[in-house]
T-cell receptor, first 111, second 114 residues
Framework: DAKTTQPNSMESNEEEPVHLPCNHSTISGTDYIHWYRQLPSQGPEYVIHGLTSNVNNRMASLAIAEDRKSSTLILHRATLRDAAVYYCILRDLSGANNLFFGTGTRLTVIP | DSGVTQTPKHLITATGQRVTLRCSPRSGDLSVYWYQQSLDQGLQFLIQYYNGEERAKGNILERFSAQQFPDLHSELNLSSLELGDSALYFC?????????????FGEGSWLTVV
């Protein structure tokens, strides 16, 4: 799987939007962009994924650059419960289904 | 609650010992994965099973082994334990074994080797 680059940490004020960036300059045409997050003392949790178009679900939005070399996870109103490590992972449709986690971005939400 | 159940939640054992971690996947999921998370290595994929058969192998040590039983639950066996094996071990499951299937993680089993 191709590599992603994320900032080590970010801070946000509670109830403000958060934009978590991810660079994936070596992405291939068949790579899906997945986001997982890991809350303290819990297992990773699926957040959202997309291929080319922007995606929305109840948890977040995913904005994908036109050239697909970067993407941004958007939390519309950060809550204290959103404090977690967020992982951006590229997955193509070939091969096994395992996930390869990088170091992710640790999001701190300030009350 | 992801629906993936892991036992035990916490385990303390001595070096040289052997332990077994157990995982029950979400209802209907055929694939099970094991991951190890330590402070210095982050989240590392160990092994994947699909419907009882090994599907993919990651950074799993020879001292570690796993299997998936006919009822689809899985066990991870860790033997000749060393201090460095202290970590959080996650089990995860997905409906199918191929990419595109969302993977759901359990809450993990904390292993401390003393």
């Amino acid at each position: 799987d191709a590599k992603t680059t994320q900032p080590n940490s970010m801070e946000s004020n509670e109830e403000e939007p958060v934009h978590l960036p991810c660079n994936h300059s070596t992405i291939s045409g068949t790579d899906y962009i997945h986001w997982y997050r890991q809350l303290p003392s819990q297992g990773p949790e699926y957040v959202i994924h997309g291929l080319t178009s922007n995606v929305n679900n109840r948890m977040a939005s995913l904005a994908i650059a036109e050239d697909r070399k970067s993407s941004t996870l958007i939390l519309h109103r950060a809550t204290l419960r959103d404090a977690a490590v967020y992982y951006c992972i590229l997955r193509d449709l070939s091969g096994a289904n395992n996930l390869f986690f990088g170091t992710g971005t640790r999001l701190t939400v300030i009350p | 609650d992801s629906g993936v159940t892991q036992t035990p939640k916490h385990l303390i054992t001595a070096t040289g010992q052997r332990v077994t971690l157990r995982c029950s996947p979400r209802s209907g999921d055929l694939s099970v994965y094991w991951y190890q998370q330590s402070l210095d290595q982050g989240l590392q994929f160990l092994i994947q099973y699909y419907n009882g058969e090994e599907r993919a192998k990651g950074n799993i040590l020879e001292r570690f082994s796993a299997q998936q039983f006919p009822d689809l639950h899985s066990e991870l066996n860790l033997s000749s334990l060393e201090l460095g094996d202290s970590a959080l071990y996650f089990c995860a499951s997905s409906r199918g074994g191929s990419k595109g299937n969302t993977i759901y993680f359990g809450e993990g089993s904390w292993l401390t080797v003393v």
